[in-house]
């Protein structure tokens, strides 16, 4: 990283105009010194030429005259040093001085803002090229001149005063923040929104194979994260308006009762929410990958998901649909259902391994110990085929009663969803998964809540979409749990009638 570049703006006077006004004086004052000195002494030569051969009593007027010019050009000289002598120690101090507090306030300023980062894991991430960068380029609201170091500097301490058209930009704080800014990675250079920079990073990828379910389940998720956290105090937002744009259009789709398109990108853009608990400092902005499944096809995507070098979880969807031994139990129902239902197409063991193969290639293995990254496993639609029966709900309270140190419905829906796994024939998968990270639990959910159909309009009403999305923040310590009994409030609540849930939750509150 280079912590100096040429900017397009001024230094700052004590670091470069003020030594060279210094220089420019002393050189000149004594040139033009030399210049007028001379003028006195041309003077006495001509006189002494000129009455050279003169009388005595002349000569001797002459030399009187010609030794008061001799001392006027002499005084000349030495009021010129004395002058330049007084100027040069005069400026020489204030230089030094100025120069010395700016360097000190660069200093703390500069180490002030390195700990604060570091302590909070503040870095700029593109979530367009998922590259990092020391800092972004920083547009002159004037003339658009590109700043790639706006930071404390000798351009300046706390503005930089942009060269081209002579316009102060803040290096700091909410002054910065206002500027527009782009990716500082040459092939990039797209726009990056507010969020980026201002808080901890939190980077969660989906994984999971075509038609899996990973986009419906995300929004859906999303929208009652924020509807049940924003509710308990947290300032959640999104930080680039285009994002919320797409979040705001896929939502009035589910509202509408239909399902969300295929992801068209292979290589995700991430979107950025910005969440802040009620008493924090810092925000946490968490960028939430959702590739499309070929991301997953072959291996040769595995080297553009370079993002999986910053990961704080995983996301692992999986649909019971796509598992060989579910798919033939249920052959006739699901080939009834097909269009609806959309099974995924892709092995769920082939997903893991390409899943571990962006790992590994981002970050390396973790050969001795297993990998600590937080891994939630979800089993997506269990609105269809009796599944919410098999590992939903109801069959959590049944565990739950025949067990009594299972104590939280999150656990026996852990288990249920693990001995569903195991009992499909993907016992291979969860001993690997198991074998390869420290954190794993598992999840049974439905995004949509029942079967997508043309002639069905209503809301989808989603069935514990977002407890996975809400175990990966509060394992990455950006939020912590809810009490269970406004978990269970929100969490039934349809779309429309998100607001009475809410008011549910706040009298719950309250009291
Ligand atoms: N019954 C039911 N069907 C679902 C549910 N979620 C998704 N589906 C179906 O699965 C299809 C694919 O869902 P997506 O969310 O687009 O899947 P994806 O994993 O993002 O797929 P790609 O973007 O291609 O990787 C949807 O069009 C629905 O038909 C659900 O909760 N219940
Ligand atoms: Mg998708
Ligand atoms: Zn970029
Ligand atoms: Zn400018």
Same mark, same amino acid.
């Given at each position: 990283?280079?912590?100096?570049?040429?900017?397009?703006?001024?230094?700052?006077?004590?670091?470069?105009?003020?030594?060279?006004?210094?220089?420019?004086?002393?050189?000149?004052?004594?040139?033009?010194?030399?210049?007028?000195?001379?003028?006195?002494?041309?003077?006495?030569?001509?006189?002494?030429?000129?009455?050279?051969?003169?009388?005595?009593?002349?000569?001797?007027?002459?030399?009187?005259v010609?030794?008061?010019?001799?001392?006027?050009?002499?005084?000349?000289?030495?009021?010129?040093?004395?002058?330049?002598a007084?100027?040069?120690?005069?400026?020489?101090?204030i230089?030094?001085?100025?120069?010395?507090?700016?360097?000190?306030?660069?200093?703390?300023?500069?180490?002030?803002?390195?700990?604060?980062?570091?302590?909070?894991?503040?870095?700029?991430?593109?979530?367009?090229?998922?590259?990092?960068?020391?800092?972004?380029?920083?547009?002159?609201?004037?003339?658009?001149?590109?700043?790639?170091?706006?930071?404390?500097?000798?351009?300046?301490?706390?503005?930089?005063?942009?060269?081209?058209?002579e316009?102060?930009?803040?290096?700091?704080?909410?002054?910065?923040?206002?500027?527009?800014?782009?990716?500082?990675?040459?092939?990039?250079?797209?726009?990056?929104?507010?969020?980026?920079?201002?808080?901890?990073?939190l980077?969660?990828?989906?994984?999971?194979?075509? $038609?899996?379910?990973k986009?419906? #389940?995300? +929004? =859906?998720? @999303?929208? &009652?994260?924020?509807?049940?956290?924003?509710? *308990?105090?947290?300032?959640?937002?999104?930080?680039?308006?285009?994002?919320?744009?797409?979040?705001?259009?896929?939502?009035?789709?589910?509202?509408?009762?239909?399902?969300?398109?295929?992801?068209?990108?292979?290589?995700?853009?991430?979107?950025?929410?910005?969440?802040?608990?009620?008493?924090?400092?810092?925000?946490?902005?968490?960028?939430?990958?959702?590739?499309?499944?070929?991301?997953?096809?072959?291996?040769?995507?595995?080297?553009?998901?370079?993002?999986?070098?910053?990961?704080?979880?995983?996301?692992?969807?999986?649909?019971?649909?796509?598992?060989?031994?579910?798919?033939?139990?249920?052959?006739?129902?699901?080939?009834?259902?097909q269009? $609806?239902?959309?099974?995924?197409? #892709?092995? +769920? =063991?082939? @997903?893991? &391994?390409?899943?571990?193969?962006?790992?590994? *290639?981002?970050?390396?293995?973790?050969?001795?110990?297993?990998?600590?990254?937080?891994?939630?496993?979800?089993?997506?639609?269990?609105?269809?085929?009796?599944?919410?029966?098999?590992?939903?709900?109801?069959?959590?309270?049944?565990?739950?009663?025949?067990?009594?140190?299972?104590t939280?419905?999150?656990?026996?829906?852990?288990?249920?969803?693990?001995?569903?796994?195991?009992n499909?024939?993907?016992?291979?998968?969860?001993?690997?998964?198991?074998?390869?990270?420290?954190?794993?639990?598992?999840?049974?959910?439905?995004?949509?809540?029942?079967?997508?159909?043309l002639?069905?309009?209503?809301?989808?009403?989603?069935?514990?979409?977002?407890?996975?999305?809400?175990w990966?923040?509060?394992?990455?310590?950006?939020?912590?749990?809810?009490?269970?009994?406004?978990?269970?409030?929100?969490?039934?609540?349809?779309?429309g009638?998100?607001?009475?849930?809410?008011?549910?939750?706040?009298?719950?509150?309250?009291?």
């Open positions: 990283m280079k912590l100096y570049e040429i900017q397009p703006a001024y230094k700052i006077y004590a670091f470069d105009r003020g030594w060279r006004i210094m220089k420019y004086v002393s050189e000149n004052l004594f040139k033009r010194t030399d210049v007028s000195a001379r003028w006195w002494f041309d003077k006495a030569k001509y006189l002494l030429n000129r009455f050279s051969g003169s009388e005595w009593y002349i000569k001797y007027c002459i030399y009187v010609v030794g008061g010019l001799g001392l006027a050009g002499g005084a000349q000289y030495v009021s010129a040093m004395v002058l330049v007084l100027f040069i120690a005069v400026q020489a101090i230089l030094s001085i100025w120069a010395t507090i700016s360097s000190v306030l660069m200093g703390i300023l500069a180490g002030a803002n390195f700990v604060y980062a570091r302590f909070y894991r503040i870095f700029y991430r593109c979530p367009d090229c998922h590259k990092e960068m020391p800092i972004p380029v920083y547009i002159c609201p004037t003339c658009r001149t590109e700043h790639t170091r706006l930071w404390p500097s000798i351009y300046g301490v706390f503005t930089h005063r942009c060269i081209t058209c316009t102060k930009l803040a290096t700091l704080g909410a002054g910065r923040k206002k500027l527009a800014r782009i990716c500082a990675n040459a092939d990039c250079r797209r726009p990056l929104n507010e969020g980026v920079g201002a808080g901890t990073n980077h969660v990828p989906i994984v999971g194979g075509p $038609s899996t379910g986009t419906n #389940l995300i +929004v =859906m998720a @999303t929208h &009652e994260f924020l509807q049940r956290y924003q509710t *308990a105090g947290y300032a959640i937002s999104f930080t680039d308006t285009n994002h919320q744009r797409a979040f705001e259009e896929n939502m009035a789709r589910l509202t509408q009762g239909r399902a969300l398109v295929k992801t068209p990108d292979i290589v995700p853009q991430a979107y950025n929410l910005s969440i802040k608990a009620p008493r924090a400092l810092v925000p946490t902005i968490s960028y939430v990958y959702d590739a499309a499944g070929e991301a997953f096809n072959d291996s040769m995507n595995t080297e553009s998901q370079s993002y999986y070098k910053y990961i704080d979880g995983i996301l692992f969807v999986i649909d019971p649909t796509a598992i060989p031994t579910f798919h033939n139990v249920h052959e006739g129902t699901i080939n009834l259902l269009d $609806s239902l959309r099974p995924g197409t #892709l092995d +769920v =063991m082939q @997903t893991y &391994e390409r899943m571990k193969e962006m790992l590994q *290639a981002s970050i390396g293995g973790h050969k001795s110990r297993r990998d600590p990254h937080p891994i939630a496993v979800v089993i997506t639609k269990v609105d269809a085929l009796d599944l919410e029966q098999e590992i939903g709900q109801p069959a959590a309270q049944a565990l739950m009663a025949q067990n009594p140190a299972i939280s419905e999150e656990d026996a829906i852990s288990t249920l969803a693990r001995d569903f796994l195991n499909y024939g993907l016992d291979n998968f969860v001993r690997e998964l198991e074998m390869s990270f420290a954190n794993v639990r598992y999840f049974s959910c439905s995004a949509l809540g029942r079967l997508p159909s002639t069905d309009s209503s809301s989808f009403m989603p069935i514990r979409a977002a407890e996975p999305l809400i990966l923040l509060a394992q990455a310590k950006a939020i912590k749990p809810l009490q269970q009994t406004i978990r269970t409030t929100s969490q039934l609540a349809p779309i009638q998100a607001a009475q849930a809410q008011e549910a939750m706040q009298m719950q509150q309250r009291f």
